[in-house]
């Protein structure tokens, strides 16, 4: 447990990873940190947005909406709410989303500002000004389109963090082409099905990238997706990345030789405001994924705000960075979408955190000044792992502002991150007087944008917590019955209004859109996460409170991983459990009943988890895999997760009296002992 402490001069020697439970840190933590008065004096978002909001929500969206987008023509309603749970946002407008982002800034003189700054893992780099990468995006599209993808057409994208993976979206954005982004991590069974749901018509890939100083190959897995028949593909464009030889057959093309050759004059047409922008799947508590719709202004609309917002953007100054992989839905909103939309200037990083050395984050940094970082708790407890010494050996004092995001952040990493990366003055352990602000945000693939987050000029920011909703969004946690609790009280985290930025369903189902989100709570957004008020009215994230796992920061549902391991031959049934674990916040563990005895001598485990990492990609691979001869069951048939867990966690079992055979447990036991 954690107690006050006094961080003045002391903190260096008494920041250490704990190993005591978020849980009992939150409840005890009571420390805040106010804005400096340099930085409040500053900033761009105040207390007037709060209040501008609160006044008038829906006017405050309009305003917002026509203050950070240019639109082709001007909305006549802000918010059409009549068919809900779908929204319309800005109704009758038009826009193209890479107009915006691009064409716009380069007609209003900022042609020659950066966009990207590139780093390769092995060290190469480029970097694209607005006019370059507006002139890429255009050739892209005409590359497409001489593909014969059109508006509306779906478009599978699948590759590394490099600028094509941005220019990509950019240029499907700009045709009206729905992308649908495969993280590269994701098996190739995983791609297909992707492909599949979304009827895909091109699938953009690269011969691979780099990981850990090695070729990591990516086409390959897409062969592999595409070698059965029956899918809707008819071009697969090839970005060389890392030069590894490629099989070529007779759907892939380079994209050095059509974009390339593509004209570079492209005419940007207007689209509808609800058009739909993307695509991108996520785990939900069954086993097949959810691709989630996103429309073109309420989405573009709400990232740019925020990302000027949270994170205090003066994009003619700022260098951002968000770590984030574009096969997540923080990398489509906060690295191909806002940050362009801003005109700000942004880092892109390829590889990992440690190649060739572990302070590679931190000489990005301090080689290209960055003065804004968002990354994940597990990346920050990570390198709490690997020691101060290494960031503390690098000049950080460009930092001004600290986002996190994905998982609920620890209050012992939140001060690592504040005293350690957030205060880094320069070489050798210097201290800034006024810290950077850290900003948690809370939202999800669905929100599309944040939706909990501290405003840095102006929030007195508490370890662990992200407080309040952004200005023009309404959060609140009920009970059982849909009750707002009071002060002090937890429960489940729901949305009351609908938000520009929402999702407008799931791709070919929407009646699994309306149970999964609105059918919990009346006329309620149910997010799925459980969170508490504390005494001030702040919220603080609990984690999910469904069968959804949260590794890394990467959604993973336990049935998606449960159904893969009972499709394999050896095993009658299978449990999974996300257990607490220091790095990743949670880590896999599966429990699995054997049907079949493995060979003589085959390690049945490692079987297992390598058919997982197959079936549904090396992220999903179970941390542990144990053999039980038994899995606990109520009367009426259903896993009892809650026991599993705290066999994984090492806990004492709490109560197991609804189980249907009471011996279960001590048979779990006494197996595992073995
Ligand atoms: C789930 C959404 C948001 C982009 C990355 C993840 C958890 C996310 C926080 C946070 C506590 C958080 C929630 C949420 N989550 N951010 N700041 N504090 N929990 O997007 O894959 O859609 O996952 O991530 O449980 O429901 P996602």
Known sequence: MITERKFASTWKDEITVSESKTLDNLSTETRSFAPSEEFSKNAVATQASYDAAKADRLGYWADQARGVL???????????????????????????????ALDRHVENGLGDRVAIYFEGEPGDTRSYTYAQLTEEVKKAANAFESLGVAKGDRVAVYLPMIPEAVITMLACARIGAIHSV?????????????????????????????RRGKPSPLKPAVDAALAAPGHTVQNVLVVKRNGEPTEF??????????????????????????????????????????????????????????????????????????????????????????????????????????????????????????????????????FMKWGREIPDGYDLSSLRVLGSVGEPINPEAWMWYRDVIGS?????????????????????????????????????TKPGSAQVAVPGISIDVVDEEGKSVDNGQGGFLVIREPWPAMLRGIWGDMERYKDTYWSRFDDMYFAGDGAKKDDDGDIWLLGRVDDVMNVSGHRLSTTEIESSLVAHPYVAEAAVVGAKDDTTGEAVVAFVILQTEPEEGEDVVATLRNHVGKDIGPIAKP?????VPELPKTRSGKIMRRLLKDVAEGREVGDATTLSDSTVMSQIAQSLKK
Request: glycine fraction near 10%.
């Open 70 to 100: 240019t639109w082709d023509t001007d909305f006549t309603e802000t918010l059409d709410w009549s068919q809900a749970p779908v929204a319309k946002w800005f109704v009758g407008g038009k826009l193209n989303a890479a107009y915006n």
């Open 182 to 210: 495969v993280f590269g991590g994701f098996s190739a069974d995983a791609l297909r099905s992707r492909i599949d749901d979304a009827d895909a018509k091109l699938v953009v890939t690269a011969d691979g990238t780099w």
């Open 249 to 382: 057959g007779a759907l892939d093309k380079w994209w050095h030789e059509v974009v390339d050759a593509a004209g570079t004059e492209h005419t940007a047409v207007a689209h509808d405001s609800e058009h739909p922008l993307f695509v991108l799947y996520t785990s939900g508590t069954t086993g097949k994924p959810k691709g989630i719709i996103h429309t073109t202004g309420g989405f573009l609309t709400q990232t740019a705000v925020t990302h000027r917002d949270t994170f205090d953007l003066h994009p003619e100054s700022d260098v951002f960075w968000c770590t984030a992989d574009i096969g997540w839905v923080t990398g489509h909103s906060y690295v191909t979408y806002a940050p362009l939309v801003n005109g700000a200037t942004q880092v892109m990083y390829e590889g990992t955190p440690d190649t060739p050395h572990q302070g590679r984050w931190w000489e990005i940094v301090e080689k290209y000044g960055v003065t804004i970082l968002y990354t994940a708790p597990t990346a920050i407890r990570t």
């Open 424 to 460: 880094n003055n320069g070489k050798n352990g210097e201290k800034k007087q006024n810290p950077a602000p850290i900003v948690d945000t809370w939202w999800q693939t669905e929100t599309g944008a944040h939706m909990i987050a501290p405003l840095p000029g102006i929030t007195h």
């Open 623 to 627: 941390k542990h895999v144990l053999v």
